[in-house]
């Protein structure tokens, strides 16, 4: 089989009228490039990933794919996933391995695992070792441009719908607006839901370790991105003071990166991001470190790739995602997602 050409299609959202927000950001440019990669024997593989804070990061993707990777891929195999992605490194060294070169990458290793699904009729996790047959999932709820009548609404939905764990957004201007967010979360949804809280890199060690004592005292479960992503140390210090499981890696652009926090004991949950880590291929590298180090794996964000890869995982823990779908909801079940059965990235 062989690559005959790369088809790429940019989609920008107009600006949302109230743009969803945490206490780092507002999603004020959703928008992502959809890449096809199309085959000689008729298969394509296809997916799609995107940035939503940066004004025009969508185009200059859809410009990398078009113009540098593009030439590099047709007339290749598209199942030798991992030389071509190694290939990719190296050739586009000189615009830098991470930041958006990242998540070009990614498009083209997930069309590529895509193809061999499609081309063995299996779902991807199978082909690198089906390790679960179901993953539990947790609903993002607790945004925070959300008032509290709205936040009680999206818990009564997240409920209904049978999700067994929620997250909510801290890192408000004081902590007793966060405990006044958790307590509202808490009488919706019972003592029987699990609720995570993600600062989002806001806080230092000092409030992250104040703030992290009140949270733990509440039965939070874990506490995401308390630092900035890449403050190692810190990461280590607040994890050794806290009872409660730090969990982060979101931001974070390689398996090299994790490696840090994990030989310094600062992450207790690990978070692989698709987009950020370069495609299906090395989130699930990432993970398996994370196993070697006893520490669980999650995804920053839901989705059939990302199922995918928490099915190909020992050690996986949750997947992250928003409210179900109707095409989502016959696959959930005691709220955890079956194993896609579908060839490539379909149910
Ligand atoms: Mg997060």
Not at 14 to 41: F, M, Q, S, W, Y
Not at 182 to 209: H, K, P, Y
């Amino acid at each position: 089989m062989k690559i005959t050409s790369l088809e790429t299609e940019l989609y920008i959202a107009p600006p949302p009228e109230r743009p969803i927000t945490d206490a780092l950001r507002a999603n004020r440019h959703p928008g992502h490039v959809r890449l096809k990669v199309h085959t000689d024997k008729g298969i394509v593989g296809s997916t799609s990933v995107g940035f939503a804070s940066i004004r025009g990061a969508n185009q200059t993707l859809q410009t990398m794919v078009d113009e540098e990777i593009a030439p590099l891929l047709v007339g290749r195999d598209p199942l030798a996933i991992q030389l071509i992605h190694e290939d990719l490194k190296r050739g586009l060294e000189e615009q830098a391995i991470h930041g958006m070169t990242m998540y070009a990458l990614t498009l083209v290793n997930v069309a590529l695992w895509d193809i061999f699904g499609q081309e063995t009729g299996q779902p991807v996790h199978r082909l690198v070792g089906q390790a679960k047959d179901r993953v539990p999932a947790y609903t993002m709820v607790g945004w925070m441009h959300l008032e509290l009548d709205e936040l009680k609404a999206v818990c009564v939905r997240a409920a209904e719908q049978g999700f067994k764990a929620v997250k909510v957004k801290v890192g408000s201007p004081t902590l007793e607006e966060d405990i006044q967010r958790l307590e509202a979360v808490r009488a919706e949804i019972g003592t029987e839901v699990t609720i995570m809280v993600d600062a989002n890199q806001t806080l230092t060690v000092f409030e992250a370790l104040r703030r992290g004592q009140v949270f733990q005292e509440m039965a939070v479960f874990w506490l995401e991105e308390p630092l900035p992503a890449h403050n190692y140390d810190d990461y280590a210090e607040l994890a050794a003071g806290l009872a409660m499981p730090i969990a982060t890696g979101e931001n974070l652009y390689g398996k090299e990166e994790f490696k840090e926090l994990l030989v310094r004991r600062g992450i207790d949950i690990v978070q692989v991001d698709l987009a950020r880590l370069g495609g299906f291929s090395e989130c699930v590298a990432t993970g398996l470190l994370a196993a070697a180090f006893g520490v669980p794996c999650c995804t920053h964000g839901g989705g059939m790739v990302n199922l995918n890869i928490l099915c190909a995982l020992p050690n996986a823990m949750y997947l992250e995602t928003g409210p179900l779908s109707d095409a989502e909801r016959e696959y959930f079940v005691d709220g955890c997602f079956l194993a896609p059965e579908g060839a490539g990235f379909s149910w």
